[in-house]
């Protein structure tokens, strides 16, 4: 599936995220998961979501039971890399150290991230032989 040939609305990728923590749900899973968060919207509307996401081929369903059960078809690591690649692309001509070098600058990290930064580093970069 190309990524860039349907983008994802806002409203889309929420109820995409929301496949992506609760796994396989029902219209009813998904506008229950999505107003534990706050976010409030209409059964029609979550349906009419998962419907349009089928349609673009980011989700699939089970239709043998009454409820129909929609689950992700993409990864979101796919989806994060697609989009990232269109911000790079659109931001920084394609190159994406500038990004990088930005969010380091501008963006706090936690140890953990930090220490996984430097391991890449590490290994992208092992110093002299």
Not at 2 to 11: I, K, M, P, V, Y
Not at 15 to 39: C, E, F, Y
Not at 91 to 119: K, W
Request: proline residues 3%.
């Amino acid at each position: 599936m190309a990524e860039r040939q349907h983008e994802l609305g806002s409203a889309e990728l929420e109820v995409l995220k929301t496949l992506w923590d609760i796994g396989p749900a029902t219209v009813r899973d998904v506008l229950n998961q999505l107003h534990s968060h706050g976010r409030r919207l209409a059964y029609t509307t979550v349906q009419t979501l998962l419907t349009r996401l089928e349609q673009k081929k980011f989700v699939t369903s089970n239709k043998s039971d009454l409820a129909h059960v929609f689950r992700a078809k993409i990864s979101r690591d796919r989806v994060t890399r697609s989009r990232l690649d269109t911000l790079v692309e659109q931001l920084f001509d394609g190159a994406a150290g500038p990004l990088v070098l930005h969010l380091v600058r501008s963006e706090r990290l936690t140890s953990q991230e930090i220490n996984e930064l430097q391991r890449l580093i590490g290994a992208l970069d092992p110093g002299p032989k």
